[in-house]
């Protein structure tokens, strides 16, 4: 007819689904179980490699099937605390960054939800280049798989975190938390998974009514509607009161407590008065801050304030009786701020 007809993204499916995609190519549902742990257990990085599957139905795979396999393209560690940051290329040539940080509660992996983003927050590097796509669910897990079979070390925690605004690929990153905590797969559980978002108001309300387990993170940056929008365009459009507001409705629909991200600019939110604000703000809620002092971008003139600055700002805001952490700044000496490697690479190749 000459139609062109997509290959299957096979590793975005759920189990139930790939039966229902074998059964339409002739196959009995239960081979389902059979080939489901090659793709998100063992990994397989290609059809070839999945030993117990018959000739005929790797061929059947082959035509009408992606595997989606990120290629590791560069990969830093921290010779301070073991911080490794991966550049994957995606199927298309795309580039996105992951990151491993070990804990001693466990390894956790950022991830990134986007190439690109097009949110524009100020101090962000992965704004500077707009957005170029929303990553696929399969694209989301490969970092996490990835990561785990280059390490030979078990990822226990998710942090939606990378590159991207994660709630503007709403679809993509929902199937993604429910592959990556599905029992047939990984199998994390969904209290180790952490959503970011800078503040899609209905988009964090959907999320609540989904009633899954993830923690949702509000990126708020500034106690008041005037700076958050000079550090947050999307503050525009949805401000601070309903941002919070939905962090509140989160808690409700799902009893998840709500973390605050607030990354301190010297100068533009990091005063007495700017943690008393913010106190007064949150005062109440079961939530979290999360206190960061913000990662130098060579394209943007914000600097992060002075540790005693950051005590001080700290201590104001526990008079409110809030629950305060000053992150830990992992791979300090590794490519800094989200979206800066990506950036690097582009700009290497660039010169040929
Ligand atoms: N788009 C999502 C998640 C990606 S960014 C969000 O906005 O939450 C993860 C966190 O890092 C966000 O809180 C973001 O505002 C913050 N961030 C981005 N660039 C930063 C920088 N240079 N220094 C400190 N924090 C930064």
Redesign the pocket.
């Known amino acids: 007819m000459g139609v062109f007809m997509e290959k299957a993204d096979i590793k975005s499916w759920d189990q139930k689904e790939l039966g229902e995609f074998l059964v339409s190519l002739g196959e009995k549902p239960f081979r389902a179980k059979q080939l489901y742990p090659w793709l998100h257990i063992k990994h397989a990085v290609s059809f070839e490699d999945m030993t117990d599957i018959s000739k005929k139905l790797k061929e059947k795979l082959i035509n009408s099937c992606h595997l989606t396999v990120l290629r590791q393209v560069d990969m830093q560690q921290s010779k301070l605390d073991g911080t490794r940051k991966y550049l994957f290329a995606l199927p298309d040539g795309n580039l996105a960054e992951s990151v491993l940080m070990r804990y001693s509660h466990g390894n956790s992996v950022c991830v990134s939800s986007q190439v690109g ?1 097009r ?1 524009g ?1 100020k ?4 704004a500077l280049g707009g957005l170029v796509r929303g990553l696929t669910p399969a694209e989301l897990l490969e970092q996490v798989y990835r990561i785990q079979e280059d390490s030979g070390e078990r990822v226990s925690h998710v942090v ?7 709630l503007d690929n709403y679809g993509n990153v929902l199937k993604f938390i429910r592959l990556l905590s599905d029992g047939n797969g990984l199998n994390i559980s969904q209290r180790n998974i952490t959503v ?3 503040g899609i108001v209905p988009k964090m309300r959907k999320l609540a009514d989904e009633k899954l387990q993830v923690t949702l ?1 509000l ?1 708020l ?1 500034a106690p008041t509607q005037e700076k958050r929008e000079a550090l947050l365009p999307i503050a525009k459009k949805y401000g601070i009161q309903e941002a919070v507001e939905a962090c509140r409705y989160y808690f409700q629909q799902t009893g998840r407590r709500v973390t605050f ?1 607030y ?1 301190l600019v010297e100068g533009a939110n990091d005063s007495r008065e700017d943690a008393g604000k913010l106190g007064a703000l949150l005062q109440g809620m079961n939530c979290h801050v999360n206190l ?1 002092p ?4 060579a394209e943007r003139d ?1 600097r992060p304030p002075n540790r005693r600055r950051v005590l001080d700002f700290k201590n104001e805001l526990e008079k409110y009786g809030i629950n305060v952490t000053i992150r830990r700044e992992m791979g300090r000496d590794i490519d800094g ?2 979206g800066q490697l990506r950036k690097r690479f582009s700009e290497r190749q660039g010169e040929g």
């Not at 101090?123 to 992965?126: I, L, T, V």
Request: proline letters at 7%; glycine letters at 6%.
């Open positions: 983003c949110m927050c101090f962000c590097a992965s939606v975190m990378g590159m991207g605004e994660p970011s978002t800078c993170a990126s940056h991200e990354s960061i913000v990662n130098p971008v914000y701020a989200c």
